[in-house]
């Protein structure tokens, strides 16, 4: 940001430029049979459920089974994101078994507000071109859910058009390799 005429020296006022410095920095690795609790209290916090084109509650074995089914097959990709103290803060799904690849992401509500989520969708789709050798990675979000469309753009995705969900009105972004 520059600030004009800001500050006097000698006498004289110039303009100041302050540069924002990251002090948030976040790790992550790909999620195991031990992240199956963490992924369910995720799965079926409040917001992520209202945002989700499924609604429904999930159930713990049904997800236990899922979970497990998607963490052993290669066509999925599953991160889980760590703050600088280690605290897990949430997590990014990307799907590469459908006609094109798809990614999801949810934030731990506790981290909600703190710029975690453009960051991890970025690392994520780093680690999935590095990777893999699809070109694309798509994101559907419903309209309503604006953040997270403000999110994903931040991120780097693009918008390319609005299509139905499950009778949901929704917008398709895209980000390329």
């Known amino acids: 940001n520059r600030y004009k005429e800001h500050i006097k020296i000698n006498e004289k006022n110039v303009d100041v430029v302050i540069h924002s410095l990251d002090l948030s920095p976040i790790s992550m690795r790909v999620a195991n049979s031990n992240d199956v609790d963490l992924y369910f209290t995720w799965a079926n916090d409040e917001m992520v459920r209202h945002n989700s084109f499924q609604q429904d509650e999930i159930q713990y074995l049904n997800h236990v089974n899922w979970f497990t089914s998607k963490i052993e097959n290669p066509q999925f990709l599953f991160l889980v994101f760590f703050n600088q103290d280690q605290s897990a803060i949430g997590q990014v799904r990307i799907n590469n078994i459908e006609e094109e690849v798809i990614i999801g992401i949810s ?14 969708l970025r690392l994520a789709c780093q680690h999935f071109f590095k990777h893999y050798s699809e070109n694309e990675i798509f994101a559907y979000i419903k309209i309503e859910n604006k953040a997270s469309i403000a999110t994903f753009k931040k991120a780097g995705f693009s918008q390319e058009q609005f299509v139905l969900v499950n009778n949901t009105e929704s917008v398709k972004l895209k980000i390329t390799k």
């Open 107 to 120: 934030v731990d509500k506790n981290y909600r507000g703190f710029g975690y989520s453009p960051k991890m």
